[in-house]
């Protein structure tokens, strides 16, 4: 059996990863998460006996190696991390702890048997784009975000175990994911949330900004191929969508797929950590999914079939 560690595993990709890993009756998981911004309500069918759930903090080493010392796991999906642009904004310090984290797994890992690692970084490292699409390779990593640079220090991190002591890992590069599960403190769920709501649905900037968001079950998808299939040793893959689409434009569409009468409300622009524009190079993500990326419709109706978790537990 495979023991597998998804830490942030009560979060939103966490935990939607964990509901597709605990349907293989081979793979055994072990969820960990300080329950910061993660929740509960979000982890797996009591329906399943392969999975665990332990609230723990990874940034605090006691904590994290007791665990992984137990299990003797030999996969680790390292996920948790502060998220949520306003939030990191308002708290660096608390981003910084994270790079504990890296240091807590990694300093476990190579000494308990961990076959590969596989990291959640961002696409904000790569900061304001200087080429399109953005390349995993070619595009530098220039963000001056505390939650980029972490990020970034996260990847490094991986690189120096790896040359050091052959610890093996894999780093995704997660651009705009989306869907029910998602907190509604995210662009498309806080859209949504606030139109069936008939709120107002506010912008910052004057909304020209561009961004391409993937829906959670590509973003599964992929990762999914990438694990069994052994894809991308000690390699960095882009995982998104590469639709592009103007915030204004993403708001028009929420509004006409609810019928909503919310007002679109321009608030100034953030001074920091708004990009322009993003769009990733996916050559390496499209060839591991079955069929087509979801588009972004399909996918917002998806998400007002099934309802936000917020909506079906309010």
Request: neutral net charge; aromatic residues 10%.
């Amino acid at each position: 059996m495979r023991k597998i560690l998804i830490t942030g595993g009560a979060g939103f990709i966490g935990s939607s990863l964990a509901d597709e890993l605990i349907k293989d009756p081979e793979n055994y998981v072990v969820i960990t998460d300080n329950l910061l911004t993660g929740d509960k309500r979000k982890l797996p069918s009591s329906d399943f006996t392969n999975w665990k759930f332990i609230e723990a903090d990874v940034n605090r080493r006691d904590e994290i190696t007791s665990i992984m010392t137990s299990f003797q796991f030999d996969y680790i999906f390292h996920y948790a991390a502060m998220v949520g642009v306003q939030r990191t904004l308002e708290d660096p310090i608390g981003v910084l702890r994270d790079i504990d984290g890296f240091r807590n797994i990694l300093e476990t890992a190579k000494n308990t048997a961990v076959k590969r690692i596989y990291f959640s970084s961002s696409s904000e490292v790569y900061g304001e784009p200087v080429e399109f699409p953005q390349n995993e390779k070619t595009t530098p990593l220039n963000s001056r975000l505390p939650y980029a640079i972490v990020k970034n220090v996260g990847e490094a991190f991986l690189r120096s175990y790896y040359q050091k002591y052959g610890l093996e890992y894999t780093i995704l590069r997660f651009f705009n994911t989306y869907g029910p599960k998602q907190s509604k403190n995210f662009v498309i769920s806080k859209f949504i949330y606030a139109a069936m709501k008939n709120q107002d649905i506010t912008i910052y900037g004057d909304g020209s900004q561009t961004r391409t968001f993937c829906y959670i079950d590509d973003n599964i998808n992929a990762t999914l191929a990438i694990f069994k299939n052994r894809l991308f040793a000690n390699d960095v893959i882009n995982i998104g969508n590469d639709s592009e689409i103007s915030i204004i434009d993403l708001a028009k569409i929420i509004l006409r797929l609810t019928n909503s009468k919310s007002k679109i409300v321009f608030l100034p622009p953030l001074s920091e950590g708004d990009m322009n524009r993003r769009l990733p190079d996916i050559n390496k993500m499209e060839p591991l999914l079955k069929n087509h990326l979801i588009p972004l419709e399909e996918g917002i109706k998806k998400i007002l079939e099934i309802g936000l978790l917020e909506n079906r537990l309010s």
